[in-house]
């Protein structure tokens, strides 16, 4: 990487403070080593930066922010084949791992060609109504189906490779990537996944009189949801954004994409000392 002509996109969550203060010091820091580097805000602001502008020079993605504004970022750059490094100004941190004193230390091993690199599966989904296509995104943590305000519960049919389970009914169903495992999906009674598998979940939320229980999918055929009778609102969610409504006789698709998430990181094999810090396992 370091051979790598390029420069560095600075990603800050939005509101200033200190996300936007790191961001200016790494700037500085980067262009006394000859290295350039643009900043954006996240969300983007009303002026709509074309994220895509910054592509073709790019070769390392840094995220200011906590694990929320990692994922919307690495949504939208999971195509430019780049590192996506984050640095945690959130709560959470499974994603944006690295601590902010440590953002000199991860950009020396960048530099280095000695960050760790892990691959991530994430998913295409297109919400389909008749014979046409009414909404088509990237997940790069799950996609949601689930109830409205009103206590009804959701009936789904659910095919993979030509066979059916028909007639779930369930307050809602979460579909997850590995990486994704860690957060609504475990919530609702789902498995742990470790996130360099490529593989999808699929957990019923709260299944009613049905001996439905989570599963591990393969991810190499895609999934088929149809909604079924309902009487209430219906929703598809998409890593926690804002949700789609769906109605009866639509049908939700979700496969592999294409390319895979390169998320980088400090350090390799960190998945059960995460686990233990985020009180998943005890001893």
């Not at 939208?76 to 690295?98: M, Q, T």
């Not at 990237?138 to 996609?143: E, F, G, M, Q, R």
């Not at 006789?249 to 350090?267: C, F, T």
């Amino acid at each position: 990487m370091s051979d790598s002509q390029g420069s560095v996109l600075i990603v800050t969550k939005s509101g200033g403070g200190s996300a936007a203060e790191l961001g200016g010091e790494i700037a500085r820091w980067l262009s006394l080593r000859g290295v350039d580097s643009d900043i954006v805000e996240h969300p983007y602001p009303p002026a709509r930066i074309n994220v895509s502008a910054y592509r073709e020079n790019t070769m390392l993605v840094l995220v200011l922010g906590g694990d929320g504004t990692f994922i919307s970022v690495a949504g939208n750059v999971i195509d430019w084949e780049v590192p996506v490094l984050g640095i945690n100004h959130g709560r959470v941190g499974f994603l944006a791992e690295v601590l902010p004193e440590d953002w000199e230390t991860a950009l020396e091993r960048f530099f280095s060609n000695e960050l760790d690199i892990s691959p991530r599966t994430a998913f295409d989904y297109e919400v389909q109504r008749g014979n046409g296509i009414v909404a088509r995104g990237v997940a790069i943590n799950d996609l949601v189906i689930s109830r409205g305000a009103v206590a009804r519960i959701i009936s789904l049919d659910i095919g993979q490779k030509g066979q059916w389970i028909r007639n779930l009914r369930a307050d809602g169903l979460i579909v997850s990537t590995p990486t994704g495992s860690t957060a609504y999906n475990v919530s609702a009674g789902g498995p742990l996944v470790h996130p360099e598998l490529a593989a999808m979940c699929v957990t019923p939320v709260c299944p009613f009189l049905n001996g439905i229980r989570p599963m591990v999918l393969p991810v190499d055929t895609p999934l088929t949801i149809d909604i079924g009778e309902t009487s209430g609102d219906v929703y598809l969610t998409e890593d926690g954004r804002v949700p789609y409504p769906l109605s009866v006789g639509y049908r939700v698709i979700i496969s592999k994409h294409k390319k895979d998430l390169i998320l980088a990181r400090i350090r390799s094999n960190t998945f059960f000392e995460k686990l233990r810090s985020k009180g998943f396992l005890t001893e």
